[in-house]
Every structure is written in structure tokens, then in C-alpha cells.
């Protein structure tokens, strides 16, 4: 069975860095325990919804990779996910995208809680 938590972090941010796969997991954690319940409350069900996480888009290339056995990256994510306490880092934000890209039309009207790595964190 795939891990749907752990690839979606792994893909969404292995060459950022352990502190932004740290930080994309708690944006997906966010987001599945947010009081309004504008999300699914499972983690996995948040990673999947439509064009939420680019990784699962069908026209992204991202989508056909997959952690080779050992891989370091994926193994600090399993890390992350099991460690029991892990301060969020991303002041409870439930949105980001990488610097690499042209920022989108959303954050216009918002500043970012955070940048961890290449990645610009909101919360909404």
C-alpha cells in the first residue's frame, strides 16, 4: 500500500530540506485538524484533493516518482511523521508554494507566517 502522507511530503519538498519536509507535513496536518473544517480530517484524504498538492496533478512530472529503497530523504519524512512531538514550525499555516515559481495570484492579499527552505508558507 502507498504511503499517500509520506510521498506527498517527499515529492513536495525533498530538495528543501528536513526543516521544510517538516514544514509541508504540518501544512497537511493543518489543514486536516482545521476547526472550520474546510478540508478532510484525514491527512491522507488532504493530500489527494484536487489540485491541492501539485504532486498528485496528472500533468505533473512528479507524479510517477517514488523514493528508491534507503532513500534519505523519504526516511527523515517517516522520521517526522512517528516523532510523537514536533513543533510546527510554520505558525499553523495550511498553504505554501516554492520561491522557485512566480508567486500565485493568492498570496497577493496575504503575507507569509514563514519561509523555510524554498518554501513560502500562509496561513488562510
Same mark, same amino acid.
Given at each position: 500500500m502507498i504511503d *499517500?502522507?509520506? #510521498?506527498? #511530503?517527499?515529492? $513536495?519538498a525533498r530538495g528543501a530540506g528536513t526543516a521544510a519536509m517538516v514544514a509541508v507535513y504540518h501544512v497537511i496536518k493543518n489543514r486536516a485538524t482545521d476547526p472550520e473544517k474546510r478540508w478532510p480530517q484525514d491527512m491522507d484524504k488532504v493530500c489527494l484533493q484536487a489540485y491541492q498538492f501539485s504532486c498528485w496533478n496528472t500533468n505533473d512530472p512528479q507524479r510517477n516518482k517514488y523514493p528508491e529503497p534507503g532513500d534519505l530523504q523519504y526516511q527523515q519524512i517517516q522520521q517526522v511523521i512517528s516523532? *510523537? $512531538?514536533n513543533p510546527d514550525p510554520t505558525e499553523g499555516a495550511n498553504f505554501y508554494y516554492d520561491t522557485s515559481i512566480a508567486p500565485p495570484d493568492w498570496t497577493d492579499q496575504h503575507s507569509p507566517v514563514a519561509t523555510i527552505g524554498s518554501l513560502r508558507f500562509y496561513k488562510l
Open positions: *499517500v502522507l509520506g #510521498i506527498t #511530503i517527499w515529492r $513536495e516523532a *510523537v $512531538e
